[in-house]
């Protein structure tokens, strides 16, 4: 079972707004709303950050939002801040094994 | 305020078995409506699900694993465990444990902060 597919890197300036895709298939991210994304700082442990395609887990910013369109999810930020500088990983389960997958993740350099 | 940590060997032989715990603290594992699980990160990838558990034993796996995976619950210590054998260099990884909850909505919403794991002779 492959991966989902996301970009490996993006940047953008302060306030500015990104967006991170993942790619995925009819089996797992265009069947099911129930993508999910995780905020990583290295050395630290992952923090969910979107649960079920757009849902913000309490005390998560409101500068962050998710939505899909067909086979492909996607992670917006908006009002980049220094502090989003990370790596950011999506998830969705796969009717393909009855488990999840995960995306391989996508860098976030805020200039 | 849910908390979990990783613990183990940071080096196994190739073909033994790599054996990590997770110990759980500010929830009870035992508690209904939650799995408890493993993720791996392998240097230079994405991550990996390994498997999750409920304590009723019900279990989930990457088929990729599963032959090779044991996950297991200790309620009265209230921590989890991973074995997985006959571990190859391609079993280098960090390994994280984390909590999804039951429902249908896979997603996990506390991580610790990872392990890292390397097989090497």
């Known amino acids: 079972q492959s991966a989902l597919t996301q970009p490996a890197s993006v940047s953008g300036s302060p306030g500015q707004s990104i967006t991170i895709s993942c790619n995925g298939s009819s089996s797992d991210v265009g069947i099911y709303n129930l993508v999910s994304w995780y905020q990583h700082h290295p050395g630290k442990a992952p923090k969910l950050i979107i649960s079920?395609?757009?849902k913000r887990p309490s005390g998560v910013s409101d500068r962050f939002s998710g939505s899909k369109s067909g086979n492909t999810a996607s992670l917006t930020i908006s009002g980049l801040q220094a502090e989003d500088e990370a790596d950011y990983y999506c998830c969705s389960y796969t009717s393909s094994n009855t488990f999840v997958l995960f995306g391989g993740g996508t860098t976030l350099t805020v200039l | 305020q849910v908390q979990l940590q990783e613990s183990g060997p940071g080096l196994v032989r190739p073909s033994e078995t790599l054996s990590l715990t997770c110990g759980v603290s500010g929830f009870s594992i035992s508690t209904d409506y939650y799995y408890w699980g493993w993720i791996r990160q392998s240097p230079g990838k994405g991550l990996e699900g390994i498997g999750i558990?409920?304590?009723?034993?019900?279990?989930y796996y990457n088929p990729s694993l599963k032959s090779r995976v044991t996950i297991s619950l200790d309620t009265s210590k209230n921590q989890f465990s991973l074995n997985l054998k006959s571990v190859t260099a391609a079993d280098t990884a960090v390994y994280y444990c984390?909590?999804?909850?039951?429902?249908?909505?896979?997603?996990?919403?506390?991580w610790g902060q990872g392990t890292r794991v390397t097989v090497s002779s």
């Open positions: 984390a909590r999804l909850p039951d429902g249908g909505v896979w997603f996990f919403d506390y």
């Open positions: 558990m409920y304590h009723n034993g019900r279990a």
């Open positions: 079920e395609g757009s």
